[in-house]
T-cell receptor, first 115, second 114 residues
């Protein structure tokens, strides 16, 4: 079945540091890939997405490129802020067929940014 | 503003009692989902529904039940058969099931069973 593996956390950085959170996936078809962010006590918000190979999703300074050859979708940001502290989830969706568009999530990576 | 409302935010129950978590959306979405979140385990799918009066089991449906009598509403009942009910429960929706549009999430209900 489909699966998503994220780098284990927690990740602790100083403000303005470079961020990478690794994400690799296993899927039978051609999934869409997503990064979601969860702030304390809240639900998940879509951060960015990519729907086909070599697409780059970007939002709020975060970027991730859909790499089919390495089955990866790593999240990056050049300069993190304290307000970026949250839990980040990588996810994939197979779309149609028997999966009915279910999202499969990674385990989440806790990011803490210190001033 | 359109969105998904989950209530209550915190819920406490005694072991052996059934409890129902509310999820309402005014986004006119066809598909709705229930996920369970446990520390370090990501989100796991409990049930999903593609249209009114239809729903399917997800990966961890045992001990849970749902209904979809209205497009806007998808309540989840945690029954006494669920062995480890204490968790953070998230409801989500998307316009249709058979596409790759992003899920919209509610703010969750934290259930504690003692």
């Amino acid at each position: 079945g489909d699966s998503v593996t994220q780098m284990e956390g927690p990740v602790t950085l100083s403000e303005e540091a470079f961020l990478t959170i690794n994400c690799t996936y296993t899927a039978t078809g051609y999934p869409s890939l997503f990064w979601y962010v969860q702030y304390p006590g809240e639900g998940l918000q879509l951060l960015l997405k990519a729907t086909k190979a070599d697409d780059k999703g970007s939002n709020k300074g975060f970027e991730a490129t859909y790499r089919k050859e390495t089955t990866s979708f790593h999240l990056e940001k050049g300069s993190v802020q304290v307000s970026d502290s949250a839990v980040y989830f990588c996810a994939l969706s197979e779309g149609g067929g028997t999966s009915y568009g279910k999202l499969t999530f990674g385990q989440g990576t806790i990011l803490t940014v210190h001033p | 503003d359109g969105g998904i409302t989950q209530s209550p935010k915190y819920l406490f129950r005694k072991e052996g009692q059934n409890v129902t978590l509310s999820c309402e959306q005014n986004l006119n979405h066809d598909a709705m989902y229930w996920y369970r979140q446990d520390p370090g385990q990501g989100l796991r799918l409990i049930y999903y529904s593609q249209i009114v009066n239809d729903f399917q089991k997800g990966d961890i449906a045992e001990g849970y039940s749902v209904s979809r009598e209205k497009k806007e509403s998808f309540p989840l009942t945690v029954t006494s058969a669920q062995k480890n009910p204490t968790a953070f429960y998230l409801c989500a929706s998307r316009p249709r099931t058979l596409d790759n549009s992003p899920l919209h999430f509610g703010n969750g209900t934290r259930l504690t069973v003692t």
